[in-house]
Every structure is written in C-alpha cells, then in structure tokens.
C-alpha cells in the first residue's frame, strides 16, 4: 500500500489550496479515505472521511464549510480542497486509508501516506 | 462530544513494561472501539490496536490493549520495552453523535 500526498505549499489567509493523495497497491473503490492533520509540534486532529463510492461525507467541525473531500476513483486519488484558509490551518496533512469501504463505528485508520506540509501565513 | 486524555510523558527503562492511558471524558469507553497509533519522530503514524485490543498483523506481541469501564479507560501496555519504542503514542475512538473521529492529545514514551 502506498498513498502519496501533493499539493502543500505556503498560502495567504483567506486563500485556497488542493491538497491530492494518489493510492497505489490496493483496490481503492473499496475502501473509505481520510484526512487527518497534524499542526506543528501538536496532537493528531481528524479531517474529513470520504466512503468508497464518493457519496458520503463527513468533516470536522474546524473545517465544516470551508473544506471539501472528494475522490476521482479511475485515478484511485482522493482530494481536500480547502478554502478561506486561517492561520490555525497551518500542519502537515496526511493522507489515511480506513479499513472498510465506509468509515464508522466499525473500522480504523489503517494506512498513513507521508502527508504534505500545508503553511498559511502572510 | 468528548475527549481523549492521555498523559503528557510516560517513561522507564529497557525491559520493563510501560502502560499509557486513554480516559474517555463522557460516555462510555466501551460504547466504541478504541485504536492505538503509534508515531516516530519525523514519521507518519502507524496502527498498533484496533478494536480495543487486536493487533495488526507484523505488529509485536509485546504491544496489548485493554479497556476499563471502571474508569472509562484504555490502556495501552507495551512490554518488554526497547529503545526503538520511544515515539509518540495517541488513542482514537469514534464519536456517534457527531460522526466524528476523535484523538487523545498523545503520549511520548521515553526509554
């Protein structure tokens, strides 16, 4: 298994970014996708989770309204597009396979990519 | 919503057993699963417990977890220790009502 993050970068406050996780060494339409972020010398925060067919959503509530998770299952890659940045968004984000093709009660984060650094800063 | 709270530190020498703890701040600790990860420094996580207490496979025996509902507690113990298991060490358990995934703040385990 492997997940390979893109897409990080230095962006204003008040600016957008997509950050791209492209899967490799598994079937991908089977199984939910994470993201989970990790601030700079802090704790592990959950994201947002897309199940296997793309119709199922959920997000934190530090990101509700202003992040979009959405996944491209023919090129086995999943998105977080991010607007209206704030400077707490500042952390690595990493990309996360969950182990069952919708992510709840049942299940856990079972693959880690090596996440893409995400900076908002002016 | 609720909380996971572990220790900021945990530490002991080589061959011991360390135990590090989860409390669940409301609701029941067993009302769902709770997971154990475990991070190096400059590395991403890795699983070590899911479902409370079942270890991936390639993941050493040494490594158990366990919940208390006398405490609304996890615990995770890791015996045996090296200096190779000094990383940081985080707890996940799921909230229902909100849909949401919720972490322990972490635990660096020194050896």
């Known amino acids: 298994v492997q997940l390979l993050e893109s897409g990080g970068g230095l962006v204003q406050p008040g600016g957008s970014l997509r950050v791209s996780c492209a899967a490799s060494g598994f079937t991908f339409t089977n199984y939910a996708m994470n993201w989970v972020r990790q601030a700079p010398g802090k704790g592990l925060e959950w994201v947002s989770v897309?199940?296997?067919?793309?119709?199922?959503?959920y997000y934190a509530d530090s990101v509700k309204g202003r992040f979009t998770i959405s996944r491209d299952n023919s090129k086995n890659t999943v998105y977080l597009q991010m607007n209206n940045l704030r400077v707490e968004d500042t952390a690595v984000y990493y990309c996360?396979?969950?182990?069952?093709?919708?992510?709840?009660?049942?299940?856990?984060?079972?693959?880690w990519g090596q996440g893409t650094l995400v900076t908002v800063s002016s | 919503n609720f909380m996971l709270t572990q220790p900021h530190s945990v530490s002991d020498f080589p061959g011991r057993t360390a135990t590090i703890s989860c409390t669940r701040s409301s609701g029941s600790i067993a009302s769902t699963y709770v997971q154990w990860y475990q991070q190096r420094p400059g590395s991403a996580p890795t699983t070590l417990i899911y479902e409370n207490n079942q270890r991936p496979s390639g993941v050493p025996d040494r490594f158990s977890g366990s919940i208390d509902r006398s405490s609304n507690s996890a615990s995770l113990t890791i015996s045996g220790l090296k200096t190779d298991d000094e990383a940081d060490y985080y707890c996940q358990s799921y909230d229902i009502n909100n849909h949401a995934w919720v972490f322990g703040g972490g635990t660096k385990l020194t050896v």
């Open positions: 996360a396979k969950w182990s069952l093709a919708a992510a709840g009660a049942f299940g856990y984060f079972e693959y």
């Open positions: 897309i199940r296997d067919s793309g119709d199922s959503t």
